[in-house]
């Protein structure tokens, strides 16, 4: 298996921007899905946002508007960034990589997670 490592997450005030990246040891991605989950203190593994080979982005209902998903194929690296954080966005955020489409939410690929927490 490839090796997915999230890096970024750190504490932070509220109204404060984040910017986490996941670097994949190999071209995982290609044109198959990435995505980020996150999992708060005492709550479910929640997606956050998805993106495709071709660009196409997906995100949850509850962050559409939110968060911007982006991926750099050269560099085998996916990025998730938002600002105005507010303390719900405190969670462990994880990435992810899929061998099919968006739609088959079927992710084989999984990093160690990184702690964000918003203050």
């Known amino acids: 298996q490839v090796q997915l490592v999230e890096s970024g997450g750190e504490s932070v005030q509220a109204g404060g921007s984040l910017r986490l990246s996941c670097g994949a040891s190999?071209?995982?991605?290609?044109?198959?899905?990435v995505a980020w989950f996150r999992q708060a203190p005492g709550k479910e593994r929640e997606g956050v946002a998805a993106i495709d080979g071709d660009g196409r982005s997906t995100y949850a209902d509850s962050v559409k508007g939110l968060f911007t998903i982006s991926r750099d194929d050269t560099k085998n690296t996916l990025t998730l960034q938002k600002t105005s954080l507010k303390p719900e966005d405190t969670a462990m955020y994880y990435c992810?990589?899929?061998?099919?489409?968006?739609?088959?939410?079927?992710?084989?690929?999984w990093g160690q997670g990184t702690q964000v927490t918003v203050s």
């Open positions: 190999g071209p995982i991605y290609g044109d198959a899905c």
């Open positions: 992810a990589g899929s061998r099919t489409y968006c739609s088959s939410n079927e992710f084989v690929y």
